[in-house]
């Protein structure tokens, strides 16, 4: 059972009466409250003194719809964006040339964020490779997750036909929202704000339409969205692990010269068609390593 107490101005109890009376509850006046509501899920109880408590098997949903604007205050001074229980969203692998577009979703209590909070859980681009790993199996054991892994070629495949970034990363992040929602109940959801928000408000599935969905730059400060950048990034890493593997190459991440000079190797040695199975054929760096040294190939689209 959970429980939330909090207190009000009480000249404020008629206006929360006003708001229960739109859900199905039934109201009472037991000793010491101005009233009490009830239905088959939760109960809330306003004292004289002004406290408030809020009891019941499913009370997200009706303490966000009285107190949001308080419990967001109260997250933001523990560093979070909004009050738990929420799912955190982020991507990884797209500022890289090789690699694939990972996206991934964190469903976290107050309770577990703070665990993994202690444990030093925060954005992934704080972090290096080796920790993030040994964060990702405990956020994998306390949280309810979803990981999206594009490959090369299906990415480039997708890029051609949304023929922009944002809207591929908007369907991603709309469809891992949704994969989470299936698992778990939830009424907020955090995303780091990558582009326009018409993106992904228009990507929104069944599900994701029904939920509050906070779009916000630097996302990563709250603890479910940076638990979804290290389930994100761990993913990319262990991909271009795979690939480097495979290709006996030391494959870089990013997009610069040290990109550049590994994929004039890589086709050297495979062929500028090969490309399309390990890296984003969009990206400014295909080109600078397909016309290296008077080399010329047409649009493998």
Request: glycine share 6%.
């Amino acid at each position: 059972m959970g429980t939330y107490t909090t207190t009000i101005p009480k000249d404020l109890t008629v206006h929360y009466k006003d708001l229960l009376k739109q859900e199905e509850c039934v109201f009472s006046v037991p000793q010491y409250t101005y009233f009490q509501a009830r239905n088959k899920n939760w109960q809330i109880t306003f004292y004289q003194s002004g406290k408030v408590v809020v009891q019941g098997s499913k009370i997200d949903y009706i303490v966000q719809k009285l107190f949001l604007k308080e419990t967001v205050d109260k997250a933001e001074k523990k560093g979070e964006i909004a009050p738990y229980p929420h799912i955190g969203i982020d991507e990884s692998g797209k500022g890289d040339f090789f690699g694939p577009l990972v996206i991934a979703g964190c469903y976290l209590d107050e309770k577990n964020a703070n665990i993994l909070k202690r444990m030093g859980a925060t954005d992934s681009k704080k972090l290096d490779d080796k920790k993030i790993l040994e964060l990702v199996e405990k956020i994998k054991e306390v949280s309810i997750y979803d990981v999206i892994v594009i490959g090369n070629k299906k990415y480039n495949e997708l890029y051609n036909n949304f023929k922009n970034l944002n809207k591929l990363l908007a369907w991603g992040h709309a469809t891992i929202l949704e994969n989470i929602l299936n698992k778990k109940e939830c009424n907020i959801a955090i995303s780091d704000k990558f582009g326009s928000e018409k993106f992904v408000l228009s990507a929104l599935k069944e599900k994701g339409k029904q939920i509050q969905l906070i779009l916000q730059t630097k996302a990563e400060s709250d603890t479910a969205v940076a638990c979804a950048s290290i389930l994100a990034r761990a993913s990319f890493v262990k991909a271009v692990s795979k690939i480097s593997y495979e290709y006996g190459i030391n494959i870089p991440k990013g997009a610069g010269q040290n990109v550049i000079e590994q994929g004039k190797k890589l086709i050297q040695k495979y062929g500028i068609e090969e490309l399309k199975n390990i890296s984003k054929l969009h990206f400014k760096t295909y080109n600078d390593i397909q016309n290296h040294d008077g080399y010329r190939q047409t649009s493998l689209f």
